[in-house]
């Protein structure tokens, strides 16, 4: 494990982000994580080999401590579109990134999928809430993701690649969450 290198408020202004220092306002009792997570995002923003593919951040630990919380205040922030996917209930494949074709609910893609296809090309934020409860398949699947930037979205008539943005972030939940962006 790397050391995440300083952060100060002056990195998020110099990036265009300086909104995002009110996030320690706003979230109450996680300094030294908010810290890390600024920093991250300032020098994802900055590293142009970095910028190029989603930043996926892992938050975990027991439940009240401001995952959840973090993620809405980075998306309101951000101002950026948020979607919630609460993984208990869309733990496998076909719930997560839709039906393939041909069969029953293809035409209706997934509620992922049509935020994803909704925001392509705009910074968003997407709180994958529960992340543990997801099966090996769902896995695999976002960490293809998060590493190629890149969903092939199943929805009958809409199929396609779409950019999960360059420069864009992912920032998690007990789970994992995302932020995108151009």
């Not at 929805?155 to 396609?160: A, D, F, H, I, Y």
């Amino acid at each position: 494990v790397g050391k995440t290198p300083s952060f100060s408020p002056e990195k998020l202004t110099n990036i265009g982000l300086p909104r995002l220092n009110a996030v320690k306002y706003r979230v109450v009792g996680q300094d030294v994580a908010l810290e890390n997570v600024l920093s991250e995002i300032s020098s994802h923003y900055v590293n142009s080999e970095l910028s190029s593919k989603p930043l996926v951040l892992l938050f975990s630990g027991p439940p009240g401590h401001g995952k959840t919380e973090t993620a809405k205040q980075l998306a309101d922030l951000l101002e950026a579109p948020y979607w919630k996917v609460d993984c208990r209930n869309h733990a496998h494949p076909w719930e997560m990134f839709g039906s393939a074709a041909g069969f029953v609910g293809s035409e209706l893609g997934s509620p992922l999928g049509n935020f994803i296809s909704e925001n392509n090309g705009k910074r968003s934020v997407v709180l994958l809430d529960e992340f543990d409860h997801c099966d090996t398949e769902t896995w695999e699947g976002f960490y293809h993701i998060f590493d190629e930037g890149e969903y092939t979205y199943k929805k009958v008539g809409r199929n396609g690649k779409y950019s999960v943005p360059g420069g864009g972030d992912r920032i998690g939940n007990s789970s994992t969450s995302s932020t995108t962006e151009n």
